[in-house]
Each structure stands twice: as C-alpha cells, then as structure tokens.
C-alpha cells in the first residue's frame, strides 16, 4: 500500500484544526507547581547555603538554580564560574552526572514500544513535500508576531521553530531573533515580564556567536532590574538576568564593547542596594581599571553607602573613594552634587568605625569647599546627610578634642570646638571643659574665657547642660596666673548669674592665692579661721594656698607652715605631695631650726607613703597621692644642702646632722631607688590599667582642672625643678 505525503498532511491538518477548538487533554494540574517542586526548590536554596549539603543534584534542580547560584555551586565544586546560564548548567549536570534524557527516560522507553507494536505491513512513505515548508511557515508566525508586538506569542513561536524544526544546517536566523527581541524590549521589557525571554534570547544568540547591537543588549539589562529585593520589578527579572545577560553580551563576538557605562553602573547600584557589596565592589573595579569608565557619582555612593552600612566593610568604602579618585574627581569637588556629599558621607562613616580620625576631618574639610551649595556649606550637607553621619561626626569632633586635650594642644580643641557648631553638630559637657581646660591650663586666660562666656550663653538659651562650677574655679585661676584682674571680676560675675552663689570656697581660694603671694600668712590664717566660722570646708587646695604663704621668699615662716599641716589632719583633710612640697620649700630660709623642721615633715611625708602603699589610693594618683615627685627630690637635697651649711657653720655636730636630720632627707632622695618606689609604680600602673578600662573620661578633665589649680599655688615658691 502506498501513500503520498500531499494525502497525510491535509488528514493531519485536518485533525488540528478540531483540536484547535477542542479543550486540552492535559489535566490542570501539571501547570500548577507540585508539592514536590516547592520541597525541591527549598532543598535547592538550602544546598546553595551549605556548602557540605550539595552532594548531588537532579536535573530539575539545576535548572531552578538563578545565576549566582549556579555561579556560588560551581566555586564550590571547583567549577568555573564564568559564562551563559546554560553553560553553567551544562557543567553542573557533567560533574553531577545527569542529563534532560533522564527526567523522560521511561516515557521515551514506553513510546519506543507502543512505536514497535503499530507497525505497519508492506507499507512504504514518500516524501514529496517542501522540507522547508513547516520550518518556513513556523518563521513566518514568528515575524507576524514579533512586529504585532505579541512578545508571548513570538517568544513561544521562536521556542518551537528552534526545538521542532531549527539543525545546525538550518539555524534560525538573525532577524528572527532580533525581532522577538525587539518585541520584548517594548515598554521596559513589558514591565520585566519578558526579562527572562530576552536573557534565552540573548544567550542563544550569543552561543550562535551572533552580533548583538548595542542598544538591545544595554536596554534589555538596565530595563530588567527593579528596586525590590534581589533587584526584582514585580517578582519578574532581577539582578540574577541581569548579570546573566552581561555574561551572553560579553561572550558574544564585540564582547564587552557593547556595554555602556551606565548599564555597568544600573548592575552596580542594583547589586549595592541588595547588600552584595563584595560583587558590587568587583564589578566596579572592573568597570574604572579594567574597562576605563567613569562611574557617575551616584553609583559610586551606593556602593560607598552600602559598605558603611555593614559596618565591618570600612576598608572597602576607603576603595571606593581611591577609585573615585582614580576615575577623575577630586574630594574637593565633589561636595558640590548631592551623590558627592552622600559619598563623602559614608566615607565620614567609615572613618569613624576605623578610629581615623584625621580622615574623617579631611573629608570634612573638602566637602566645605564645594561650590554650589550655598546657602548652605557642603561639611554642613554632609553632617547633616543621615542620623548615621551626624553620629559620626559627632564622633570624630568629640575624639579629635580628646586627642588635643591629651595632647596639650590648645589651638587644634578651639579649633575644632569652634567647628562644630558650623556642622550642625552640638558639643557635649565634657567637650566644653576639655576645650576650657586645655587653654586655663596653658595659661590662655582670654581664649578659656571666651569659650566659658559661649558656653554660658548657648546654655541660657536652652541648648547645652549648665557649666559646672570647677570649671569657673579652673578659668578664674588662670585669670590669677596671668594677671588678668578685671578678667577675673567678669568670670566670677558669669558664675554668679549661672549658679545663683557668689562662690563661696572658689571667692575664698582666689583670695588666698592673692594674699599668699604677697606673703600674708596671717590674713590667710584669718581667712581660713573665718572659713570655719562660717561653716565652709576648706579643701586641700585653700590648705596648700595658705601653706604657700609660709613659702614666700623674704617672709618664709616653716612652724606655722608645719602647724597648717597638723591643722589639715586634724580637719581630716590629708596632704598630697603639693602640699608637702610647698611646706618643704618653707624650711629653705638658712637656718638650722627650720633644717629640723624641714627633716620632721621628710618623716611625716613618709609615714603618709607607706600608709598609701599599704591601704591603696582613692581617687587620681596624680593630685591625692601623697609619693614624692621630682621636686620633692630636689627640695630634700637642698636641704640637705643648707644642713650641711648648718654643721660648717657649728651650729650642729656633722655625726649628729648625718645620723638623725639627714636620714628622713636622704630617704626622699633615694625614694626612687627603694622597693616602695617600686611597689608605687605598680600600683600607679595598676590604677592607669583599670582607668583605661572606663570609658568615662571625666576624672582626666577633673584632674587637669586642679593641676590649673595647684599650679598657681605652686608659683608661689617653686623656682627650678629637675
């Protein structure tokens, strides 16, 4: 029996045509996702995230995998990483072993079977048709579609015109994937929908080592990414696509050629928006070393933004300013665009967890000198960007002051103090008293009353904690210092109307220090005895003042410098080193009883050590330690000096001198030498120890406040120290 091929192809189109109307044999349920799918796909997700569950994978769950996926798997398998969606999964199925044969291996073995159960007898085909006939009429539906802009239809026309009739003698050609392509590009890839299309389109043109123009491969990656997560738009294309078709563009024969920098820039800033900073940070180093470009300033402060906000990632924003530069802007600049300030920002950040604080100024200071921001200044921007870079300029300032307290560098905390403000940006109290106290103690009295008067007045309008009263104290005794009198009037004037007090201990130490310089150890004695009366403590410092009177040159007076010091004990006010320097520095007047004065209190200093060393010290080792200093030093040898004068001169016998007045004297000397000199340090060493441990620095500021105190005092008597 013999048919013709004209004959069987009218009964089959025939046969089409009703079932073209007739409803679908295919149950529902195999367009819905199974059960097993969804468990698959999590299996899948899971075995991407733990490296050791990846042991081996099937075919369906390959081809679930996106393309960093594909991509992370493939590192983990030592795979490589690079090229289409489908050369990915080709390598995946090599190393697991599977192929598309097996998902329909029984369907194919049944229909063999049912094939060979319907031969037929002594039949024989002929074929006298076109053999181009369904390959061209397919073509023909494909261009129809593509130019009605029926992206679905088109795309699934293309599908089958490749799987049913497309050889490698037969390609499908060029135009027919330009057309569908250009059908999916219509309408911002019809809102993402037709992403994942176009990325098939694009790698089997790729793979066919077809040109791709440029404006279809830079449209089909910038218009697939979103602002969703993973760089989606409504669930549909996403960075995956995106970076899928970056990789079918630059396999394709112009390469890389055809991607523009903003396409390159639109992957980047998508990539940084989902927090993958490490393959944002990649790419855009790719982009200015390898390629050239010049990454606008709005990628470059996602990427930067990015890296500051996960916190452990500082070092990569440094390099997205190192490539910034590298691209041709400068930091100066850059401050005048709002991307450049927000760059600058993250930087300031950065700056900040890192502890550099000299970068976190430099950025600063470039970003206020930008143009094209006024009114306002471009540091001021900056500061006032996120609650993230005010925080950290805050920082920065507040540490940069610290560093210039610690530093002694008066000029550099007035400075950045006066900065702040600038930059929207409040001081803190303990900002305010290191600035004040830094300059009261370098004996700047107008500049530490400058910063006092600011702060009193910002505090009158609401806006900083009220000044405490030490730090009047601190300002009005470097006013006594330098001599500045009618300063000294206005600073007190200040602290009357912010503490509503006329000072009591603080007016009454500043009289003391007055009548202790002209040496009026009487009238001090009054003012003290007065003190009591009216039932105000003295403190160690108005003890130590009236002291200095005794000390004056030309009106020395050691017994009543001596009894100020048992008075003191017996108000339970105990001396510190100061108080037994300036007491010592009384005893140097040539004669031989105030030598033996001056060796009473060497013993009684040395009592007040070893009761230090054996019960500990509370409070600052440096203003309530009673240890000898290098001045203590230096004063026992002058009086050993002037004890030896006192034998020379017969007023005592020298084996008597050496064995009892001397001895305390030359205990002070050797103090260094001693095993007490080196259990004090230790436990110096030990307290510094534990006080670096606090954060709170106020004690430091506290004790630089009485330094400022003590060092008037100490001007009274002190004339060279070694």
Request: glycine residues 6%; aromatic residues 4%; contains cysteine.
């Amino acid at each position: 029996m013999r048919f013709c091929t004209a004959t069987v192809a009218l009964a089959v189109a025939s046969f089409s045509c009703v079932a073209a109307f007739a409803p679908p044999i295919t149950s529902s349920f195999a367009h819905a996702p199974s059960l097993r799918d969804d468990v698959g796909r999590s299996l899948v997700a899971a075995a991407v995230q733990d490296e050791t569950a990846v042991t081996t994978m099937d075919y369906g769950e390959v081809n679930r995998l996106t393309y960093r996926e594909l991509q992370r798997v493939c590192k983990e398998k030592g795979l490589a990483a690079t090229g289409t969606t489908s050369a990915l999964r080709s390598r995946l199925l090599d190393f697991f072993g599977t192929t598309p044969a097996d998902l329909a291996g029984a369907a194919a073995a049944a229909a063999v079977t049912a094939a060979d159960e319907c031969v037929p007898d002594d039949i024989t085909f002929c074929d006298e048709s076109n053999p181009d006939f369904e390959f061209n009429s397919l073509l023909k539906e494909v261009m129809q579609k593509s130019e009605m802009r029926h992206w679905k239809a088109a795309t699934r026309k293309l599908k089958q015109l490749k799987k049913r009739y497309a050889t490698p003698d037969r390609p499908i050609p060029q135009d027919a994937y330009l057309a569908v392509l250009e059908a999916c590009v219509e309408n911002r890839l019809h809102g993402a929908r037709a992403a994942e299309p176009a990325r098939k389109i694009l790698e089997e043109m790729s793979e066919a080592q077809m040109e791709i123009p440029i404006n279809l491969g830079n449209s089909c990656v910038v218009n697939c990414l979103g602002i969703e997560e993973s760089g989606k738009h409504d669930g549909c294309g996403g960075i995956d696509t995106a970076l899928a078709m970056l990789a079918a563009i630059e396999d394709s024969p112009s390469g890389s050629n055809n991607l523009n920098v903003e396409t390159y820039g639109a992957v980047v800033s998508a990539l940084s928006r989902d927090g993958s900073v490490d393959e944002a940070m990649l790419l855009l180093r790719a982009m200015v070393v390898e390629k050239s470009f010049t990454p606008p300033l709005s990628v470059l402060a996602d990427v930067g933004k990015a890296a500051a906000k996960c916190g452990d990632k500082s070092e990569d924003v440094l390099q997205v300013l190192a490539l910034a530069k590298a691209s041709g802007y400068e930091l100066d600049s850059i401050g005048s665009a709002e991307a450049g300030r927000d760059l600058l920002a993250s930087g300031v950040i950065a700056a900040e967890q890192m502890g550099n604080l000299a970068l976190g100024l430099r950025l600063l200071t470039a970003a206020s000198k930008a143009e094209g921001c006024a009114p306002d200044r471009g540091d001021d921007l900056v500061a006032a960007s996120s609650s993230a870079a005010q925080r950290a300029c805050t920082l920065i300032h507040k540490r940069a002051i610290n560093t210039a307290f610690v530093d002694n560098n008066w000029k550099l905390a007035v400075k950045l103090l006066e900065l702040m403000p600038e930059r929207s940006l409040t001081p803190s109290t303990s900002v305010w008293r290191k600035v004040v106290t830094v300059c009261a103690k370098n004996e700047k009295s107008k500049k530490a009353s400058a910063v006092l008067f600011d702060w009193v007045q910002l505090w009158e309008e609401g806006k900083v904690e009220q000044p405490p009263l030490s730090i009047f104290n601190a300002v009005v005794n470097a006013c006594e210092i330098c001599g500045e009198e009618d300063l000294t009037l206005q600073v007190l004037e200040s602290m009357k109307k912010t503490h509503d007090t006329e000072g009591n201990i603080i007016t009454t130490n500043i009289a003391l220090k007055r009548l202790a310089k002209l040496g009026q150890s009487q009238a001090c004695e009054g003012i003290i005895i007065g003190m009591l009366q009216e039932g105000i403590e003295p403190t160690v410092v108005s003890y130590t003042t009236a002291i200095g009177a005794c000390a004056k040159e030309g009106s020395k007076n050691p017994e009543l410098a001596n009894q100020w010091l048992q008075r003191m004990r017996s108000r339970n006010v105990m001396p510190n080193f100061h108080t037994y320097n300036t007491a010592l520095a009384a005893c140097l007047d040539g004669k031989l009883e105030s030598t033996v004065t001056g060796s009473k209190i060497a013993v009684e200093m040395l009592a007040a050590v070893n009761q230090e060393l054996r019960d500990g010290l509370v409070g600052s080792a440096e203003y309530k330690s009673a240890l000898p200093d290098t001045y203590t030093k230096y004063l026992a040898r002058e009086l050993m000096k002037q004890l030896r004068d006192n034998w020379r001169a017969g007023d005592i016998n020298m084996q008597v001198a050496k064995s009892t007045i001397r001895v305390p004297l030359l205990k002070l000397v050797d103090f260094t030498k001693s095993d007490s000199a080196e259990e004090a340090r230790k436990m110096k060493e030990k307290a510094a120890a534990k006080k670096s441990e606090d954060v709170d620095d106020t004690e430091d500021v506290e004790k630089e406040e009485e330094g400022v105190v003590y060092s008037s005092v100490s001007s009274i008597h002190r004339r060279m120290e070694v």
